[in-house]
């Protein structure tokens, strides 16, 4: 899929909009007479909020083409306001243009909306208050829920979430801050050890459980999603990985002894480069959802309503020969400090958790 908005993307955009031009100092209507009984002229055009292609105004790099090219990233305009925009990006930019929207959503509404249609788009705007401070493409997302939206929404709400994370790890591995220093003293390292292994253990746990959560989330086949359950699970995430990080980072700043340093390298990085896994997640939803929408754009129906089931996997797997290497240095400390063998046998090193991400798509 490329940039560009679908025919049906254009037509629905100029009927939310009157078909009149959403820059709130124009307001032009955008659609008359032709000299042709049978057709009308339209001088409106869907313009692009992030720009479509490198080098265009507001081009955003880390958006995916299938985002560009969706009803959220696009606001209906006469031809001059299109011009306009594209003349100066920094007085029309990305959140200026927004905005614009929004103010044109309620003018639209208040000048030919009923009653009902008010009181929906109140309780849509009751909805996206929690999304008040995020980047305006997520609320958008809530306001037009496109075809799909609960993928789209999760995946923009993990990027905006978890890019400050990883780029959080990165820095860390790449020594680009400092804090106090944790030294264990050799006679201590034992115990620390075991301590941190429990701590690997309770921190495993809640993997499963979030990810089944997410995909509840997401509503039934055929049934629509939970928008505050979406956004709920979505910050528990965010939550999880930030404490994977939290851990590592009491790692990198702790201080052994050179005799010990191997089992603390041993117990280092492991669920860092784990959790970079999930960075997949935002882009295999944004495939997905570009895939339903070249379907649903060309006209392919299933008219048995047979629900597609499409299974991401995400494997969390310690590297080969860990679990051997760490079994050789607890015994090691044992032997060091002559503790009893089941306290070294009992605590048994888990190699692989694997973890599935559902994706339930029905086609009507």
Known sequence: MGPDFSKNTKELLAKRAAYTCSNPDCRKLTVGANTDQHKSTLIGEAAHIYGARKGSKRYFEKMSDKARSEITNAIWLCRNCHKLIDSDENQYSSEV????????????????????????????????????????????????????????????????????????????????????????????????????????????????????????????????????????ISKLIRDYLKSIVEFEEKLFFTHVSKRYSKILNLLSNNFGNQILKFKRIPLVLDDISAQIEDELNSGITNPNSETRVVEEVISFELPKGWEKQMNKELNRLHSSKLLDDDEVEGYGCGTILIILIFLWILFA
């Open 97 to 232: 243009l927004f905005v614009w929207r929004e103010v044109h959503d309620e003018y639209t509404l208040n000048n030919i909306g009923n009653t009902t249609d008010k009181i929906l788009h109140q309780k849509n705007m009751n909805l996206t208050e929690e999304f008040s401070d995020y980047p305006a493409i997520i609320k958008r997302i809530v306001i037009d829920k496109p075809p799909v939206w609960e993928y789209r929404l999760t995946a923009e709400l993990l990027k905006y979430f978890n890019t400050p994370i990883f780029q959080r790890l990165n820095d860390l591995r790449d020594g680009l801050y400092i804090k106090d220093q944790t030294h264990i003293k050799d006679h201590e390292v034992y115990d620390w050890v075991q301590q941190q292994l429990a701590e690997k253990k309770k921190l495993v746990s809640p993997l499963i459980p979030l990810i089944n959560k997410l995909n509840s989330s997401w509503g039934e086949p055929g049934v629509e999603g939970d928008v505050t359950e979406i956004h709920h």
